[in-house]
């Protein structure tokens, strides 16, 4: 079935950036999502890409896609007490249930 | 925006007792909604998939019979957790599926069964 890999931690000091990757087995996937879950809370949709995009870039998060290698990461600039949550890397082919990896736990040192 | 809400945010029920748990998306019509369930410190479980207008699809593990869904209207779908016991407390997140397959997530709603 399909898998979505994320690695469990991750620690950044305030003002650096955060990057967060993922990978997923799904060749069929068409859509990649980041959702951000702060304690006691559901998901917020951060960012979404579709699969025929190599780059997206909001403000100050930057989502690339590199799709032969079925890595998906995600970009935080100028990290703030304020980003530390978990984030979840998700992909679905459309029209289906997501698929979430585990989560990443951010931490943000002031 | 799109907005989905749920209600309770927190329920304290009894065991044997029922609970039902509301999905409603606030600025949207939803033709599909999921409803997923959160242990401690680990990722989201499908439960199923509520189309409105028709029967949820259960995945596979998880009691028909014990959570009932309902998807009365395009804004609104019932978790209804029957009989409850102790081993259901958890966080039942429910998401909205817009046009354009974005999902949106309620806040969810923290069940503790005592």
């Known amino acids: 079935g399909e898998d979505v890999e994320q690695s469990l931690f991750l620690s950044v000091r305030e003002g650096d950036s955060s990057v967060i990757n993922c990978t997923y087995t799904d060749s069929s996937s068409t859509y990649l999502y980041w959702y951000k879950q702060e304690p006691g809370a559901g998901l917020q949709l951060l960012t979404y890409?579709?699969?025929?995009?190599d780059m997206k870039q909001d403000q100050r998060l930057t989502v690339l896609l590199n799709k032969k290698d079925k890595h998906l990461s995600l970009r935080i600039a100028d990290t703030q007490t304020g980003d530390s949550a978990i984030y979840f890397c998700a992909e679905n082919e459309g029209n289906t249930p997501l698929v979430f990896g585990k989560g990443t736990r951010l931490s943000v040192i002031a | 925006g799109a907005v989905v809400s749920q209600h309770p945010s927190w329920v304290i029920c009894k065991s044997g007792t029922s609970v039902k748990i509301e999905c409603r998306s606030l600025d949207f019509q939803a033709t599909t909604m999921f409803w997923y369930r959160q242990f401690p410190k680990q990722s989201l479980m499908l439960m199923a998939t509520?189309?409105?207008?028709?029967?949820?699809?259960?995945e596979q593990g998880v009691e028909k019979d014990k959570f009932l869904i309902n998807h009365a209207s395009l804004t609104l779908s019932t978790l209804t957790v029957t009989s409850a016991h102790p081993e259901d407390s958890s966080f039942y997140i429910c998401?909205?599926?817009?046009?354009?397959?974005?999902?949106?997530f309620g806040p969810g709603t923290r069940l503790t069964v005592t």
């Open positions: 998401s909205a599926q817009k046009q354009g397959n974005e999902q949106y």
């Open positions: 509520s189309n409105e207008g028709s029967k949820a699809t259960y």
């Open positions: 890409i579709f699969s025929n995009m």
